[in-house]
């Protein structure tokens, strides 16, 4: 594994030229990353949802559900 300071040093002597494709090459990954991460959490969501873990409604919905199981 290269050491944060190695890569902190490579880049330094990039052109500037080099250096803002290096910088957009790494903010578009991270926008993928991104996208990757919500789509797992919207599958995991759905997935809840199919299996009845979750409840869905609005707030006033999902407030009355709650406090009918605290009456109960």
């Known amino acids: ?19 803002e494709e290096l910088f957009e090459l790494i903010r578009k990954r991270r926008i993928e990353n991104r ?4 789509a797992t959490n919207a599958q995991g969501v759905l997935q809840a949802v ?3 873990k979750v409840v869905k409604g609005s707030f006033a919905d999902i407030k009355a559900y709650l406090l009918e199981d605290e009456e109960e």
């Open 35 to 38: 996208r990757s991460q919500i």
């Open 50 to 52: 199919d299996e009845g």
């Open 1 to 19: 594994m290269i050491a944060y300071q190695e890569i902190l040093e490579a880049i330094s002597v990039l052109s500037e030229e080099d250096q």
